[in-house]
């Protein structure tokens, strides 16, 4: 298993003003712990760093740590903290690991292979679990794990107890715990089309039908108004001069 080196300083103070500082002066605030030494505090190049995990490339690895006065640490990165804005680096968490002692690290799945139900059924790959967790000494340590899809089919999945085993490690999730799987591509939704009905009316000619059936209901020019039938405005004086016959008292004015 390769090794890279990264140098660290001891950090002097601790909180949100020493940390800001720090980090004004392209240091990042990082914690170093294990089962056999109290916590560190220690302060890590920026620069030096991101030159390290673009090197790393996303594998695990094993980090030395090489301090000032000559001491060694062996590590790995267990967390990093990022700025979900600018994405720079707020903090380091280094957990120290010994040559002759077991270590617990979670991985990243790699997947390779072309699947046959995405290949010849047009099904989906998800990745269930992107990374695993697993126990082995340091020595041991795979960069990553690989997981073949060639046989995978739609409607199958490939689980923590299916892969292949890896010399030294010991996967430490549950076997039924699915690690990919192939569906079935989501279905196409039908758009329904408007059917054209014979014989039906437009909107514009609905309107002019309305307009039609409304004045189907007004008597016709010189037909007499039935009786009970309240006359249109402009017919009120005519309606009002039939009312009374001749040589009948005038009819009071209708009340405005």
């Given at each position: 298993m390769k090794k890279y080196n990264l140098t660290v300083a001891p950090r002097e103070g601790t909180g949100r003003s020493a940390s800001r500082r720090l980090r004004k002066a392209q240091k990042i605030p990082a914690i170093l712990y294990g089962k056999h030494t109290k916590p560190e505090t220690l302060a890590v190049s920026a620069p030096e760093?991101?030159?390290?995990?673009?090197?790393?490339?996303?594998?695990?690895?094993l980090i030395e740590l090489q301090r000032d006065a000559g001491a060694t640490a062996l590590s790995f990165l267990q967390e990093i903290q990022r700025d979900p804005i600018t994405d720079r680096y707020l903090h380091l968490d280094?957990?120290?690991?010994?040559?002759?002692?077991?270590?617990?690290?979670?991985?990243?799945?790699?997947?390779?292979?072309?699947?046959?139900?995405?290949?010849?059924?047009?099904?989906i790959l998800e990745t269930a679990s992107h990374r695993l967790r697993i126990r082995c000494l340091p020595k041991d340590l795979p960069a990553f794990i690989e997981v073949d899809v060639t046989e995978l089919k739609v409607?199958?999945?490939?689980?923590?107890?299916e892969l292949k085993p890896i010399s030294g490690?010991?996967?430490?999730?549950?076997?039924?715990?699915?690690?990919?799987?192939?569906v079935e591509p989501p279905a196409e939704e039908v758009v329904a089309t408007?059917?054209?009905?014979?014989?039906?009316?437009?909107?514009?000619?609905?309107?002019?039908?309305?307009?039609?059936?409304?004045?189907?209901?007004?008597?016709?020019?010189?037909e007499a108004a039935k009786p009970g039938a309240t006359p249109a405005k402009g017919d009120a004086k005519a309606a009002?001069?039939?009312?009374?016959?001749?040589?009948?008292?005038?009819?009071?004015?209708?009340?405005?």
């Open positions: 760093f991101t030159k390290l995990l673009k090197e790393i490339a996303g594998r695990a690895a280094l957990q120290e690991v010994k040559e002759n002692e077991k270590m617990v690290i979670n991985i990243s799945v790699h997947l390779t292979g072309e699947s046959s139900g995405v290949k010849n059924e047009g099904g409607g199958e999945a490939i689980h923590v107890g490690v010991e996967f430490m999730d549950d076997k039924s715990q699915a690690v990919v799987l192939c408007p059917v054209a009905v014979e014989g039906a009316v437009a909107v514009e000619g609905a309107v002019a039908v309305e307009g039609a059936a409304a004045g189907a209901t007004a008597p016709a020019a010189g009002a001069s039939t009312a009374a016959p001749a040589g009948d008292k005038k009819a009071a004015p209708a009340k405005k």
